[in-house]
T-cell receptor, first 117, second 114 residues
Framework: GENVEQHPSTLSVQEGDSAVIKCTYS??????FPWYKQELGKGPQLIID?????GEKKDQRIAVTLNKTAKHFSLHITETQPEDSAVYFC????????????????FGQGTILTVHP | NAGVTQTPKFRILKIGQSMTLQCAQD?????MYWYRQDPGMGLKLIYY???????DKGEVPNGYNVSRSTTEDFPLRLELAAPSQTSVYFC?????????????FGPGTRLLVL
C-alpha cells in the first residue's frame, strides 16, 4: 500500500520567514495530494491540494509543488505569521484500495510548525 | 450547515467498558470515515462507508464496529475498551469518495481508556 513520509517533524521559524515541509510517497499511482492544517483541539482542515497533472499551485502565501518522477511534494509558506502555528499534515490518495473505486487517504506523520513573533 | 459534528468531545473509559462515538454530517455526503490519531502520528483509517447500509474496514479495524443506517449518521462502537484505544478519533466525510476529492473533518473525540 501507499506510504507517506513527512519531514521535518518539528519546525520553528521567526515571523516573516518562510517555512518548507516535505513529503515523499511510495505509490506511483497516487494522483491527489492534499495538505491539512490542524489547530489545537480541532480537526484537520484542508489548506491546499494538488493533482498529479499539475506541478505547482499557489494560494496567497501558501504554495505546493509536486515532483512525480521523484515522488515527492512540498508545502511552502511565505511571510509566516504566528497564526500559522499548527500541525500540518500531507496526504496522498492512492486509487488502489482492494479493487474498489474508493481512494484511500494516507497521511504523513505531521509537522509541528511554530512561528515566533 | 454545521458540517461534520462529533460527540462527545472527551470521554474517560475503564478497561472493558463499551461506548459509541457519534458522528453526523448535514452536507448529504455519501462517503464517511473514521480515523484515529495517536500522539506524534498521522491519522489511520478505522472504517469507512460509501453510503447508507454499506461499510468496510480500513487499516486498523480491530476492536471497533460501525453502522450506517442513514446518510447523515456514522457511529463508531467500542465494545471492550482497551488502553491501546486511547486516542483522538476523527470522523470525516466527502460527497462521493472520488479519488481526487478532499475530506471534511469533524472536531474530534478524545478518548482515554484507563
Amino acid at each position: 500500500g501507499e506510504n507517506v513520509e513527512q519531514h521535518p517533524s518539528t519546525l520553528s521559524v521567526q515571523e516573516g520567514d518562510s517555512a518548507v515541509i516535505k513529503c515523499t510517497y511510495s505509490d506511483s499511482a497516487s494522483n491527489y495530494f492534499p495538505w491539512y492544517k490542524q489547530e489545537l483541539g480541532k480537526g484537520p482542515q484542508l489548506i491546499i491540494d494538488i493533482r498529479s497533472n499539475v506541478g505547482e499551485k499557489k494560494d496567497q502565501r501558501i504554495a505546493v509543488t509536486l515532483n512525480k518522477t521523484a515522488k515527492h511534494f512540498s508545502l511552502h509558506i511565505t511571510e509566516t505569521q504566528p497564526e500559522d502555528s499548527a500541525v500540518y499534515f500531507c496526504a496522498a490518495i492512492s486509487p488502489r484500495a482492494g479493487g474498489t473505486s474508493y481512494g484511500k487517504l494516507t497521511f504523513g506523520q505531521g509537522t509541528i510548525l511554530t512561528v515566533h513573533p | 450547515n454545521a458540517g461534520v459534528t462529533q460527540t462527545p468531545k472527551f470521554r474517560i473509559l475503564k478497561i472493558g467498558q463499551s461506548m459509541t462515538l457519534q458522528c453526523a454530517q448535514d452536507m448529504n455526503h455519501n462517503y464517511m470515515y473514521w480515523y484515529r490519531q495517536d500522539p506524534g502520528m498521522g491519522l489511520k483509517l478505522i472504517y469507512y462507508s460509501v453510503g447508507a447500509g454499506i461499510t468496510d474496514k480500513g487499516e486498523v479495524p480491530n476492536g471497533y464496529n460501525v453502522s450506517r443506517s442513514t446518510t447523515e449518521d456514522f457511529p463508531l462502537r467500542l465494545e471492550l475498551a482497551a488502553p491501546s484505544q486511547t486516542s483522538v478519533y476523527f470522523c470525516a466525510s466527502n460527497p462521493s469518495g472520488r479519488r481526487q476529492e478532499t475530506q471534511y473533518f469533524g472536531p474530534g473525540t478524545r478518548l482515554l481508556v484507563l
